[in-house]
């Protein structure tokens, strides 16, 4: 520490669902050590304890007001299991509607609200493209902007067809679900979902969904890119040539371990098929290391807290094991994050769209891996194109449904028991693990995407996604480090979902 060129950065991040302090050592200009550090204690499973069974499903979607679909999902499917209830296809193709709207809205207004907002950054003045920049992607006055912000808006509308409201609806009850869509609901939704699919091929791709999924690897992409003016000056188009230019193809690389629990049940005779012929899920559940996948067992799942502010226990923990006792040391420990350290197989692994594509076996974004690395480039690349990889489902799965046909079945008391409902909400792997005993809530856990890429060290003092992903970064300006940013915002933090926030000692504090 006793070297000049050494310097420490506590950088709480903005333009982030919930606060987060991001603290770096800055040697040579790079980083060399990362610390991520959620600001407050999250006690939404302790507030379920000794509470109705069903509880859970009112209050869980209030953990996050941009994902509470996925929670709601999760939710629903723990008590499925507790009960037994056999979930009839209509009401999973409901299920699946609303929680991939949620996915469309927040991949849109994450790309080009909250990550492309730092491409106007003023370390970027002197870039070719930073006016065309500023004209698409200044905060509340882009071009872009403005587009994205009515176009998402519109698609939520069909989670509140369907549900009553978004966010925090309830509608969602084992068993299947609690309305009952009539043709009208129906044709609503599919003007909207139809709507939406145009708007995205023309301003966000410049193609149809057909041609862009005909993008198999790099060099196609490179193809697809210079084919026509309206893939180079799409949205896509746009972000491919900019991030290069500011070198985001170069940051950002991990751990290199990805996980997926799987998402968007397959009903029975829907002609809806995933990409893993095993799976019973439109997005298969999976483990990854690089490429090399691995089959999902959620047995193989464990939260660490030996740097977390929570009491010992010794190692990590199966969430049906595992407690939220809370635990606030001072400064003499190594604790330092109200997160906890979730690992697969002892594993530190990210989440997100990314993952999703590698463990779907994605041809274009194993070929990026394999050929780049994780990189901040091709993680946000993966949230940008994951709607063209759910609208042709949508389309689909909309014309399936039946109004005459049950959207419910009668679901049997939730008896003693335990149960887990896993699924991929916007930012990633999702799961929610529930104990009743004598008609009431003993144990609720939860994991969330953020806690598995946002988390701390662990009992082996292993750092989690983000932060292993910081190691290397260079930092021009200490004064101005986006490249910090650049980093932590593709993997789309949501700490209200790992955290809650608090207003703590802010020296030295550069924003980004």
């Known amino acids: 520490m006793n070297n000049p060129r050494t310097k420490i950065i506590n950088a709480p991040l903005n333009r982030v669902e919930g606060d987060l302090e991001i603290r770096v050592r800055l040697e040579d200009d790079r980083v060399s050590e990362a610390w991520s550090v959620g600001v407050m204690f999250r006690g939404i499973e302790n507030m379920l304890k000794n509470r109705g069974p069903l509880d859970g499903l009112v209050i869980t979607p209030r953990i ?3 994902c509470s679909t996925a929670h709601l999902t999760a939710a629903a499917k723990a008590l499925d299991a507790i009960s037994g209830a056999k979930v009839p296809a209509n009401a999973i193709i409901v299920r699946n509607l609303a929680l991939m709207a949620e996915h469309l809205q927040s991949d849109m207004r994450h790309g080009f609200l909250m990550y492309t907002a730092d491409f106007v950054n003023s370390a970027y003045k002197k870039r070719s493209l930073y006016d065309e920049a500023v004209k698409r992607y200044e905060p509340f006055k882009g071009t872009t902007v403005i587009d994205v912000i009515k176009h998402t808006k519109e698609i939520l509308e069909t989670v509140a067809i369907f549900g009553g409201q978004w966010p925090h609806s309830s509608y969602m009850v084992p068993g299947g679900i609690a309305s009952n869509p009539k043709m009208n609901d129906i044709m609503q939704c599919k003007y909207l979902i139809d709507k939406f699919a145009s708007w995205y091929e023309k301003r966000i791709l410049g193609c149809s969904l057909q041609r862009w999924l005909n993008v198999q690897n790099c060099a196609d992409l490179d193809a697809w890119l210079d084919e026509s003016e309206s893939h180079h000056n799409s949205e896509l188009g746009f972000y491919i040539r900019y991030a290069r230019d500011i070198g985001l193809d170069n940051i950002g690389q991990g751990h290199a371990n990805f996980i997926s629990f799987g998402q968007l049940d397959l009903p029975e005779n829907s002609k809806v098929t995933g990409r893993s012929q095993n799976s019973h899920f ?59 350290a979730p690992r697969y197989d002892g594993a530190p692994a990210e989440t997100g769209p990314l993952a999703e594509m590698i463990i779907s076996q994605h041809p274009l974004f194993t070929d990026l891996v394999n050929t780049m690395g994780s990189s901040a480039f091709v993680r946000e690349l993966a949230r940008l194109t994951r709607p063209a990889e759910l609208i042709p489902a949508m389309k689909q799965w909309i014309m399936e449904l039946e109004p005459k046909e049950k959207f419910y079945s009668h679901s049997p008391n939730i008896t003693d028991g335990e149960g887990f409902g896993l699924t991929q909400a916007s930012r990633g792997a999702l799961g929610h693990w529930v104990s009743i ?17 946002g988390s701390p060290r662990d009992a082996d003092s292993i750092r989690g996604p983000w932060e292993e992903a910081l190691i290397h970064t260079p930092v021009k300006d200490s004064e101005n480090p986006v ?30």
């Open 64 to 66: 996050c007001g941009i």
């Open 282 to 340: 439109l997005i298969p559940a999976g483990f990854a290391r690089n490429t090399e996948i691995e089959p999902f067992d959620q047995n193989k799942i464990f939260e660490h807290v030996a740097f977390s502010w929570y009491a010992d226990d010794n190692g990590g923990k199966h969430p049906f094991s595992g407690k939220t006792n809370p635990y606030a040391t001072g400064e003499e420990s190594e604790k330092y994050s109200w997160t906890k």
């Open 437 to 453: 005993s004598d008609k009431k809530i003993v144990h609720y856990q939860i994991i969330t995407p953020t806690a598995w890429n």
């Open 483 to 512: 490249e910090i940013g650049h980093v932590i915002r593709s993997f789309d933090p949501c700490l209200v979902c790992a955290v809650h926030a608090i207003q703590g000692k802010k020296e030295n504090i550069w924003k980004i």
